[in-house]
């Protein structure tokens, strides 16, 4: 094979790649006292994502009706499905927390669905992204539980009702599980995002390359792994937030 026929196949690739849109692309150079700052498609996404959550809640409540119209029942919806969620896992004690999980929730959500966008990018596809979330949720619990409970709060690790000989078995199995959530919270969405997202980039590249006549098979699997998708995309917002409430309530009564 030719020079100039391995750099055509070079040039084209990341094109067929169907990976290539979860690549992170700096778009523009920046740095402050020696900290890199620069912004990329991953970034402008998350404001893109911010930015839509905003417009859904400015329309579902910008003129509030007794008898709510259809934006204002889905914001009403969303405020109580997560209101529902703090308060039936954490209890009334859990309110001070509210307005934080209901952040993370529909930032998580609209990111999950803005990746369903043609041409854009899947914010929560990125490991990086969801380690964030994951470790700040844990290490908050962690620091909100010790600030509660002080010293005692390392009784956590301590199983009750285990016979004396086998704590040194078990403290460790319990401080191993407590390390391992961030590592099931990050890897959990991201896994999920990468491969629905990728599954559907097959697919839509199958689309475009298949003649009209042979185009319809895939374009069929793709509306339908786009459905999926979506629900997949709440699904996981709803997983998350489910299991930081969970996080929460047990560095609140350590259990």
């Not at 209901?102 to 669905?113: A, E, R, V, W």
């Not at 369903?116 to 992204?129: A, E, K, R």
């Not at 629905?196 to 895939?218: C, K, S």
């Amino acid at each position: 094979m030719s020079s100039t026929a391995t750099s055509a196949i070079s040039a084209t690739a990341p094109k067929m790649d169907p990976l290539h849109h979860f690549q992170v692309a700096k778009h523009l150079d920046l740095s402050f006292m020696g900290l890199d700052i620069s912004t990329s498609n991953s970034v402008y996404w998350m404001w893109i994502a911010i930015a839509l959550v905003m417009l859904f809640f400015h329309l579902a409540f910008k003129n509030p009706r007794t008898v709510p119209g259809r934006m204002q029942s889905l914001g009403e919806v969303g405020y109580l499905f997560i209101h529902g969620i703090v308060t039936d896992i954490v209890g009334e004690k859990g309110r001070p927390f509210f307005p934080y999980i209901f952040t993370l929730f529909f930032f998580i959500l609209f990111c999950n669905l803005a990746g369903l966008i043609p041409g854009s990018f899947t914010v929560t596809s990125q490991l990086i992204v969801t380690a964030t979330f994951s470790l700040t949720i844990v290490g908050f619990t962690f620091g909100y539980g010790f600030y509660r409970h002080g010293s005692h709060y390392f009784k956590f690790f301590v199983p009750s009702g285990v016979p004396v000989p086998l704590m040194p078995l078990m403290i460790p199995i319990e401080i191993i599980s407590f390390l391992a959530r961030p590592i099931s919270l990050a890897v959990r969405l991201f896994a999920n995002m990468t491969a629905g997202h990728t599954m559907l980039a097959v697919m839509f590249g199958y689309v475009i390359t298949l003649p009209w006549w042979g185009a319809w098979v895939p374009f069929g699997f793709t509306v339908i792994f786009t459905g999926v998708e979506i629900f997949i995309g709440f699904i996981q917002a709803y997983i998350f937030t489910i299991l930081t409430c969970v996080y929460i309530n047990d560095a609140m009564h350590m259990h």
